[in-house]
């Protein structure tokens, strides 16, 4: 069968190869794939995963056959895949815990752009109560930033959204935006949290953003820039302030389910920028890499 795997070479990060069918545990099902979504850290720093491996953590698809000792769904059930490792091949053996069951009403391909971005703001997000607390998203323009926005809003939060640019802004304010934002300094705000995808200089800002009490939650690095805090940055009186990292890829079906019955319930979109066919994958990754698309890439297995 065809998958992608990781290419290390000047041609990479990935390329089409066959590989060897899978063969499913007792407790694993065997998914037929339909649509794969792009994440930027697993395609930019594909170094740390071995070249040859069959690549990628976010799909979709159709139960081919269920797990034999009868955990997960039937066969026929439409699923998304979350953080599943070997996830872009035509048919993958998974874990019902990787698993969410996409109801009827939901687009196979919205299930695809789930996984690590919408797992991720909903984890953050679930840390505390939102209610009528002053939320920052950086990068609110990409995958993480689009389902943190809806997220936050929907917990009753006031949302800042910052982006790169003015073009970048499209569509934030109709997802739950209250304000978005070019540069930090025209929020005049302080933030009870922080989502952080970008890193660098930003994040430094970010912290002198932060009000009492407040946690900054590191979810990504896109800048690629190191982070200086300026001498004393991180002192000071009144109730403690905190950075949380954030590095837990470890699958959840029940968060799968409660975005996707958000989703079914019209409270929750995907944020897809773009959509092609996978044999697409090298344009749509020079796309993803320059910035141009808003929200994720999702691509049709064919």
Request: hydrophobic letters at 45%; zero cysteines.
């Amino acid at each position: 069968m065809r998958a992608l795997v990781v290419d290390h070479g000047e041609a990479g990060p990935v390329r089409f190869s066959d590989v060897d069918e899978p063969v499913p545990s007792n407790d694993e099902a065997l998914v037929e794939i339909r649509h794969i979504g792009l994440n930027y850290g697993e395609l930019n720093y594909v170094d740390q995963w071995p070249a040859g491996a069959v690549h990628g953590h976010d799909a979709s698809g159709v139960v081919l056959r269920a797990a034999a000792d009868g955990s997960g769904p039937a066969e026929g059930t439409r699923v998304a895949l979350g953080i599943t490792p070997h996830a872009w091949a035509e048919r993958v053996a998974v874990g019902s815990a990787s698993l969410g069951i996409v109801p009827e009403g939901v687009d196979l391909a919205d299930g695809a752009a789930l996984g690590i971005a919408g797992v991720t703001a909903l984890r953050v997000l679930r840390t505390r109560s939102l209610l009528a607390r002053d939320v920052l998203i950086t990068g609110a323009s990409g995958g993480v930033g689009h389902f943190a926005v809806q997220l936050a809003a929907l917990a009753g939060a006031r949302v800042t959204a910052l982006v790169g640019s003015p073009e970048r802004a499209a569509g934030l304010s109709d997802l739950g935006a209250d304000q978005v934002v070019t540069d930090l300094a025209e929020t005049g705000r302080r933030f009870d949290l922080v989502l952080d995808t970008v890193g660098g200089p930003l994040l430094a800002g970010a912290w002198s953003s932060l009000a009492e009490g407040g946690t900054l939650h590191l979810v990504g690095y896109s800048s690629g820039q190191d982070t200086t805090f300026p001498s004393g940055a991180l002192f000071g009186f009144g109730e403690p302030r905190s950075i949380a990292t954030y590095g837990d890829m470890t699958p959840s079906s029940a968060e799968l389910t409660d975005l996707l019955g958000l989703m079914a319930a019209g409270r929750l979109v995907a944020p897809i920028g773009m959509r092609r066919g996978w044999q697409d994958v090298d344009d749509a990754i020079r796309a993803l890499f320059a910035r141009k698309v808003h929200g994720k890439i999702v691509l049709d297995v064919l």
